[in-house]
């Protein structure tokens, strides 16, 4: 379930902020406190807010003679103190992005903000920034969108990594298909999980040779042994810091540029 939640208060209040210094409003204002504990205090003249506090170390707020609302941070207070309330509620609050699917498990959408995210259950995925989530055409038997992920090749798995997992499709396609390229190492290079995915020899700690999966798919060989990577805005090989000439033919792998 979802358990932030926006709390509004509206009515004819008092508003005292102290800090540097003092400001005493009155008006009958609405104040928004979000999750994280930003206040903002808004009356009907234009956009900026009467008076804030951006995520206070403490918000107390007390139904008492309509309701009262403190809120502290360092040496700064917001205080507001209802004279007749209109309103005082809390109200569930989830995320916002781009509608991406339904949700599977109770019907809500699904939105793609750091993740997918159901609005209505808060059901949350891990999602690769440069992942592509499919339409609905061709969802996952789970009834969750699939993603496409590039990591050497174009992977279409499920968002729910328990369901399909993108570690064990690349390890299925790229585990030990590279020599190390060390000059004194047998090695193969393994796929692993190390923050992110990363092709890394087989000999670790003896050989720390590792690259992490660039986004991309493989369209050749690097003069080096290694692959070399289509990342969408050019060519790089498997070695970030290998000099980046991808290299189809031998004649090109012997040029000196
Ligand atoms: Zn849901
Ligand atoms: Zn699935
Ligand atoms: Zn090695
Ligand atoms: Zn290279």
């Known amino acids: 379930m979802i358990d932030d939640a926006i709390r509004v208060l509206a009515g004819d209040c008092t508003v005292i902020t102290e800090g540097t210094d003092r400001q005493e409003y009155r008006g009958r204002m609405t104040t928004v406190v979000k999750p994280d504990n930003t206040v903002l205090v808004h009356d009907i003249d234009g956009y900026q807010p009467v008076a804030w506090l951006t995520r206070a170390d403490s918000v107390s707020s007390d139904r008492a003679d309509g309701f009262t609302l403190v809120a502290k941070k360092d040496t700064q207070t917001l205080r507001i103190a209802a004279h007749d309330q209109d309103g005082f509620a809390h109200y569930p609050a989830s995320v916002a992005g781009p509608v991406v699917g339904t949700c599977p498990d109770c019907g ?35 009834g969750l969108p699939r993603m496409r992920v590039e990591r050497g090749l174009a992977f279409d798995v499920c968002l729910d ?3 399909e997992s993108l570690d064990e ?19 193969d290079l393994r ?8 092709a890394g020899c087989e000999h670790y700690p003896d050989c720390d040779t590792g690259f992490a999966m660039p986004a991309g798919v493989i369209d050749g060989q690097c003069r080096c042994g290694l692959p070399t990577f289509d990342t969408g805005s050019g060519t790089r090989c498997l070695d970030a810091t290998c000099d980046p000439i991808g290299e189809r033919s031998p004649e090109q792998a012997t040029g000196d540029d």
């Open 161 to 163: 990594r328990d369901c």
């Open 108 to 142: 809500g959408a699904l939105v793609r903000s750091n993740g997918v995210h159901c609005v209505d259950c808060g059901d949350h995925y891990g999602v690769p920034t440069d992942a592509t989530i499919r339409g609905d055409a061709s969802n996952c038997d789970c």
């Open 169 to 187: 499709a690349v390890s299925e396609a790229f585990d030990r298909e590279w020599n190390c390229p060390e000059p004194d190492c047998d090695g």
């Open 191 to 198: 796929i692993l999980r190390r923050g992110g995915l990363i």
